[in-house]
């Protein structure tokens, strides 16, 4: 079955693969935060999507999809951006770093924190990239 983004499937494949990942594993183990990401309609998207994460040293402890905000009303990163812009991110189309930094992709959080780093989100974005055969 392809895992088509965005869907449960996808999110589901998306855990699997984090957990079982040697390499985000090794250089994700110090990493502490959830990440609770808002995609906006655009393109074959019509409507906000949203889809949580807890990742923990090297592991996804937790993974929802279309999970209600109020359920998170705390998490380490709010991540926002169009569905176009996301999808550019997971296919390696545009760099998480520069969507970040020109506002593509927007962050609620400490960007000291994803600045020290860098390597467990392009880790995690690649991640993410393996895990996507298909997009919407």
Same mark, same amino acid.
């Given at each position: 079955?392809? $895992?088509?983004? #965005? /869907?449960?499937? =996808?999110?589901? &494949?998306? *855990?699997? +693969?984090?957990? /079982?990942? *040697?390499?985000? $594993? !090794?250089?994700?183990?110090?990493? %502490? &935060?959830? @990440?609770?990401?808002?995609? %906006?309609? *655009? &393109?074959? @998207?019509?409507?906000?999507?949203?889809?949580?994460? !807890?990742? =923990?040293?090297?592991?996804?402890? +937790?993974? *929802?999809?279309?999970?209600?905000? /109020?359920?998170? #009303? +705390?998490?380490?990163?709010?991540?926002? $951006?169009?569905?176009?812009?996301?999808?550019?991110?997971?296919?390696?189309?545009?760099?998480?770093?520069?969507?970040?930094?020109?506002?593509? @992709? +927007?962050?609620?959080? /400490?960007?000291?924190?994803?600045?020290?780093?860098?390597?467990?989100?392009? !880790?995690?974005?690649?991640?993410?990239?393996?895990?996507?055969?298909?997009?919407?």
């Amino acid at each position: 079955m392809t $895992a088509v983004f #965005p /869907s449960e499937e =996808w999110l589901k &494949g998306l *855990e699997t +693969k984090l957990n /079982s990942d *040697e390499k985000y $594993a !090794d250089i994700a183990k110090n990493w %502490e &935060g959830d @990440l609770f990401f808002r995609i %906006e309609p *655009e &393109g074959n @998207l019509k409507e906000e999507l949203t889809f949580y994460l !807890d990742l =923990w040293h090297g592991k996804c402890r +937790k993974a *929802e999809y279309k999970p209600d905000a /109020s359920a998170y #009303p +705390k998490p380490t990163f709010t991540l926002a $951006a169009t569905y176009n812009n996301i999808t550019a991110i997971l296919t390696g189309k545009m760099n998480p770093m520069t969507a970040m930094m020109t506002m593509k @992709l +927007k962050v609620q959080g /400490s960007m000291g924190y994803m600045m020290r780093n860098v390597p467990v989100v392009l !880790d995690f974005v690649r991640v993410a990239n393996e895990a996507t055969e298909e997009i919407l």
